[in-house]
């Protein structure tokens, strides 16, 4: 069984601190991974997929790794602001027809 | 402009109503799915559908069904609703089962 672990669950940075997230999977033969953004109640904002092959991925301020023989992917998002306090998802592509989910990190930018 | 819509975005029902929640996608995606998201359970899937006509179950498939007759759409029914349904739920869509997906806004369900 495919198992995705976030920790911490929870996270509070000052603004302008670099946030670095973490992702752990248990099974080496990922397809991808992608990292999701949700605010509260509301849908999956994808920020970047990382194919196995692949090592990292950067968009703008974010930056994500992908290390498959260790199980861990880590998103780092530089310069935080308050607007990027949000819950934090990973997600393993492990087949072809399902994702499997972490249960996010919650995070918290300080003003 | 690229999207999933879900209809409706948020809906109260009674035990034993039947429901459909619609979902909709413009990207000629093949792939379609059903997610659940439950506080300390996270996401989980339903239902999905590799292609036309084409369904299959995921992890927590008991009480719900699903279609697929049209490439675009991918109702969710509920035919008898529980509590135990009341759930943020999400339609996915990708080009591929393995592709990057993309997500609708959500549907907050509550059933009395």
């Known amino acids: 069984k495919q198992e995705v672990t976030q920790i911490p669950a929870a996270l509070s940075v000052p603004e302008g601190e670099n946030l670095v997230l973490n992702c752990s999977f248990t099974d080496s033969a990922i397809y991808n991974l992608q990292w999701f953004r949700q605010d509260p109640g509301k849908g999956l904002t994808s920020l970047l997929l990382i194919q196995s092959s692949q090592r990292e991925q950067t968009s703008g301020r974010l930056n994500a790794s992908l290390d498959k023989s260790s199980g861990r992917s880590t998103l780092y998002i530089a310069a935080s602001q308050p607007g990027d306090s949000a819950t934090y998802l990973c997600a393993g592509a492990f087949n072809d027809y399902k994702l499997s989910f972490g249960a996010g990190t919650t995070v918290t930018v300080r003003a | 402009e690229a999207q999933v819509t879900q209809n409706p975005r948020y809906l109260i029902t009674v035990t034993g109503k039947k429901l459909t929640v619609t979902c909709s996608q413009n990207m000629n995606h093949e792939y379609m799915s059903w997610y659940r998201q439950d506080p300390g359970l996270g996401l989980r899937q339903i239902y999905y559908?590799?292609?036309?006509?084409?369904?299959d179950k995921g992890d927590v498939p008991e009480g719900y069904k699903v279609s697929r007759k049209e490439k675009r759409n991918f109702p969710l029914i509920l035919e008898s609703p529980s509590p135990n349904q009341t759930s943020l739920y999400f339609c996915a869509s990708s080009y591929a089962g393995a592709y990057e997906q993309y997500f609708g806004p959500g549907t907050r369900l509550t059933v009395t």
């Open positions: 559908s590799m292609n036309v006509e084409v369904t």
